[in-house]
């Protein structure tokens, strides 16, 4: 089966933009299944109800998240009631919703699972015993990790020690795709990050004025979108759904 995975959704218009090029994405890869890193949907930062369920009503199947994913109050009562919206899996069990998800294909399954890396990032369960425990629990030959993390050396060892035991490894958090894609010991699909959906001219989807003037004076400035060209990026993957062993992994750049 082929999965396509896009990389950091920033506000809502680059949400309409994903909306409109998905179906023509879909029926290029072939794709049986979409996986989108939402957790910056909503304009003026993190996820929110209207833009998850956006989200999913474009054709999306799963949503992941990251360090965002709390920012807004209301997607409280949403995570718990939500299997395919995910919060990262190393927060505590009594932190509401859940961190990975299975879903039924009938004659086999796959599974989705969010991590949160810990290097530069919040003090949550280490990510590597934390996916150790998940995997206990799951019986799917095919499964998806979005480590969403911001140090290269957390997620390049993160893949190195999944590698042979999940499908793929795929970073997400910086925003900037990178180019290492590769197939680790033959079975695991992997890239440091897939890199953003939102506008090309900007500071990481922000107004590049705004982000220079930030390092420029150290004051403090509310972040606003960028305007201007659109990309998408993702990154799609043939994988065995019988054995879980991801042939190849290809980067999306649109
Ligand atoms: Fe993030």
Redesign the pocket.
């Known amino acids: 089966m082929n999965i396509i995975f896009i990389g950091?959704v920033v506000g809502q218009k680059s949400c309409a933009n994903l909306r409109e090029k998905l179906p023509k994405l879909k029926k290029q890869y072939d794709a049986k299944l979409v996986i989108v890193n939402g957790?910056?949907s909503a304009d003026g930062n993190g996820i929110t109800p209207v833009t998850a369920k956006y989200l999913l009503d474009s054709g999306v199947d799963v949503v992941t998240t990251?360090?965002?994913c709390f920012r807004r109050k209301e997607m409280d009562a949403f995570y718990e009631e939500s299997d395919i919206v995910l919060r990262p899996a190393n927060y505590p069990d009594e932190v509401v919703g859940k961190g990975f998800t299975v879903l039924d294909f009938g004659s086999y399954s796959v599974a989705v699972i969010n991590l949160l890396g810990t290097v530069y990032m919040q003090n949550l369960e280490n990510p590597f015993y934390c996916v150790d425990r998940i995997l206990e629990k799951i019986s799917s030959k095919t499964i998806i990790v979005d480590f969403?993390a911001e140090a290269t050396s957390e997620k390049r060892a993160m893949g190195h020690y999944l590698a042979g035991r999940v499908s793929a490894v795929l970073g997400?958090?910086t925003h900037v795709q990178t180019a290492d894609e590769e197939i680790l010991g033959g079975y695991t699909g992997y890239i440091t990050d897939v890199g953003m959906t939102g506008v090309i001219d900007s500071v990481l989807g922000i107004r590049k004025d705004i982000i220079i003037n930030n390092m420029l004076t150290g004051y403090p400035q509310r972040y606003e979108y960028a305007q201007g060209e659109q990309i998408i990026c993702g990154v799609v993957m043939e994988i065995n759904e019988r054995t879980g062993v991801c042939s190849s992994i290809e980067r999306i750049r649109c």
């Open positions: 950091d957790e910056n990251g360090n965002h969403h997400t958090h």
